[in-house]
């Protein structure tokens, strides 16, 4: 027995407007680094991504792989080849060279994507799930999980849940989970929606479908199992086969710092592009544009009131609402 | 001679229960992407099987679950079948685990079912399965349903490519054994090495609930895969009062990217992530089980197993790992 059980290697308090720092032992072959504390703050996602950045600019021998979450980045290694201590020197000095929050731009791409509401493969998917798991799920009252998003965030109706969907840009901060599988905030923070997970999970959703787990969307690269909240269809994100040229060079669609923006189509429309997609006639909207750190947080600080207003409201709305 | 005598094929008679092709170490640096490695769940048998096979270590093989399996060879070639006890024959013949054996065109390998101790067992031959390679790996990854043969398991009338790497073109090596010290203890009562964190005390569990993890014994669920191994729930003390932002449960954490060997909390059930597993979620993680004792998780039989974890530092785990790489090595290797 080696008497403490603790993880944290180091810490670095916050200062020059850059988050403080929390290095974890994640076995002998990786570390997590975790910035700032545990809150929905994208700014922190921001920093994670100029550090992968950064480190991927920067090769060490023995550096195998990193990996970025919402607030935290894991960076595996071989410690056969590279010391712990030297890993930390090298992150310590990544750190230190990187600009404050305010001042970062970072790489960034707006992709366009349809969205069908309440389409009817997640209607199949719901009515499934009350068939044969829970038939008195309250997340899935009247075979569909959006009226109980609507319920839980207090919202007017489902078009003003459909309409929060479609008035912000959503931003990739990680894939994970699943292969292609992105995790999306909203950028506007007036437009957060909020909802618990399925308990137990769904056995079956279809490929395409978006989904709300928390504050954070989803869309499934594949037909799988889940857990999050499902309201819609968009087009496939993910493609081994490469039928589409924009699944070519790279099956995966979405990149983290990515940011999504949905349309409307109706279900018929978006079939039809599916097809499209399949057969190589769809061209996905993709447009480089870099993103600013600095005009993101002005933004954010002149919406303060607004988005903790709709916080309120929606609280307590959760608050009488049963959890699944 | 037919040309069907004298084709780099093996035939699969018998699938067994789950069978897929592994290497080792998988499909490591895509984690970023959402894939997790994949590869022999037990690397230990896997890369001694190809040692004894005249491969590389890395080289591509045939996960068993539990055994089952009957293959038939369409040319000669050197086979090597270590991991669980089973009773194991060529053409009828009897044949050890762990040791090399040169079979001719049309003979039939077959495993039956395996009592245990061990869950596992991995078939190699000489110049690999040669099953397209998908980013760099011919595993089979499971949860993504990619790599290996269709990205599934194997079924009956499967027709698996030999390779030709390192065969010296007849398909067959020197018959040789892997030396009885140099094999891994197999058991019922297994102790598993892990490194705490990287959510342990004193922020996410308190020092007591890491001395009830290391120090308890916990039986392995019948629920378990290559996805993970699922224990058995334990209502831990926690250091906080809930999962603040991210939820209720004080085992819930925004979500952040997993390490390999991941023994997360889902709530108060403690799951190991296989190589199949997810790379990321919202549960914290206690420990990380080493990598030079990662094989045992592919070893545990769901059906009555029970394991410890043994804290070591990390500098302790990689000391074994060096140690480990020895023991793999031709020194492990002696003539048949």
């Known amino acids: 027995m080696n008497g403490t059980a603790a993880a944290i290697i180091g810490q670095r308090p916050a200062a020059e407007g850059k988050p403080g720092i929390t290095y974890r032992q994640a076995g002998e072959r990786a570390v997590l680094v975790e910035y700032g504390e545990m809150e929905l703050d994208l700014t922190l996602n921001f920093f994670v991504l100029a550090v992968d950045k950064m480190l ?55 992709i366009k994507l349809p969205i069908a509401f309440d389409d009817s493969q997640s209607r199949a998917a719901v009515r499934r799930y009350i068939d044969s798991i829970r038939p ?12 109980y998003i609507v319920r839980y965030n207090g919202l007017s109706g489902r078009d003003e849940l459909f309409g929060s969907v479609l008035a912000t840009e959503h931003w990739t901060a990680f894939i994970g989970f699943f292969p292609g599988l992105p995790f999306m905030f909203p950028v506007d923070p007036r437009h957060t929606v909020v909802v618990p997970k399925y308990n137990p999970t769904r056995t079956w959703t279809a490929e395409g479908t978006v989904g709300l787990g928390g504050p954070c969307y989803a869309i499934y690269p594949v037909e799988s199992p889940g857990g999050y909240q ?17 699944f070519r060079e790279n099956p995966l669609l979405l990149r983290p710092g990515d940011r999504v923006r949905f349309h409307r189509v109706g279900e ?22 870099p993103f600013d750190v600095g005009a993101y947080l002005d933004e954010a600080g002149r919406l303060r009131e607004e988005s903790a207003e709709r916080r309120r409201r929606r609280e307590e709305a959760a608050a009488r609402t049963p959890v699944p | 001679m037919t040309a069907m005598s004298a084709e780099k094929i093996i035939d699969v008679l018998e699938p067994g229960l789950q069978s897929t092709v592994q290497d080792y170490p998988g499909r490591p640096g895509m984690m970023r992407q959402g894939f997790f490695p994949a590869g022999a769940m037990d690397h230990f ?3 001694a099987a190809n040692l004894i096979a005249g491969n590389e270590q890395s080289a591509a ?176 003390q ?52 080493t990598h030079a004792d990662l094989w045992k998780i592919g070893q545990l039989r769901p059906i009555g197993d029970r394991l410890r974890f043994r804290q070591v530092t990390a500098a302790q785990a990689t000391e074994r790992e060096r140690e480990q790489r020895e023991r793999l090595s031709e020194a492990s290797l002696e003539d048949a």
């Not at chain 1, 499902?230 to 924009?246: A, C, E, K, S």
């Not at chain 1, 018929?268 to 993709?286: C, N």
């Not at chain 2, 819930?252 to 597993?277: F, M, R, S, T």
């Open chain 1, 268 to 289: 018929d429309e978006l079939l039809g592009m599916f097809e499209d997609v399949r057969a190589d006639r769809y061209s996905y909207q993709i447009e480089e544009q």
């Open chain 1, 136 to 147: 008195d799920a309250p997340n899935c009252e009247g075979g569909t999980n959006i009226d």
């Open chain 2, 61 to 236: 093989g045939l996960e068993v679950v539990l055994g089952n399996i009957a293959l038939r060879f369409g040319a000669d070639a050197t086979v090597a079948v270590c991991g669980a006890e089973a009773e194991l024959t060529i053409d009828g013949e009897p044949v050890p685990l762990w040791e090399g054996r040169t079979v001719r065109a049309g003979s039939v390998l077959r495993a039956g079912i395996s009592k245990g101790p061990g869950f596992r067992l991995y078939v190699a031959v000489c110049g690999g399965i040669d099953v397209p390679p998908l980013f760099g790996s011919r595993a089979t990854y499971t949860m993504g349903g990619l790599g290996g043969l269709d990205g599934r398991p194997l079924r009956k009338g499967d027709r698996l490519p030999i390779g030709g790497d390192g065969t010296g073109g007849d398909g067959t090596a020197r018959p040789r054994r892997f030396r009885e010290s140099s094999r891994p203890a197999y058991t019922r009562d297994w102790e598993i090495e892990a490194v705490p964190g990287p959510q342990a005390a004193p922020d996410y569990l308190t020092e007591a609930d890491m001395r009830e993890f290391f120090g308890r014994t916990w039986a392995v669920d019948r629920n378990s895969d290559r996805t993970g191994i699922r224990l058995e729930s334990f209502r831990f």
């Open chain 1, 56 to 110: 991927s600019e920067r090769p060490l021998k023995g550096l195998a792989e990193t990996a970025p979450g919402f607030r935290s980045i894991l960076v595996s290694y071989d410690p056969l080849e590279l010391a712990a201590d030297d890993l930390l020197g090298h992150l310590q000095a990544v750190h230190e060279d990187l600009p404050a929050e305010r001042e970062m731009e970072l790489p960034s791409r707006l």
């Open chain 2, 45 to 47: 048998a896997l890369r």
């Open chain 2, 238 to 289: 926690w250091a906080r009062s809930g999962g603040g932002i991210a939820g209720g449960h004080p085992s819930n954490i925004l979500d952040n990217p997993y390490p390999v060997g991941a023994v997360n909390l889902n709530g108060d059930l403690p799951v190991i992530l296989g190589p199949d597993g997810p790379t990321a979620g919202g549960f914290v993680v206690a420990a990380t089980v």
């Open chain 1, 230 to 246: 499902i309201f819609g269809r968009t087009l496939p994100v993910y493609d081994l086969q490469g039928r589409n040229r924009v």
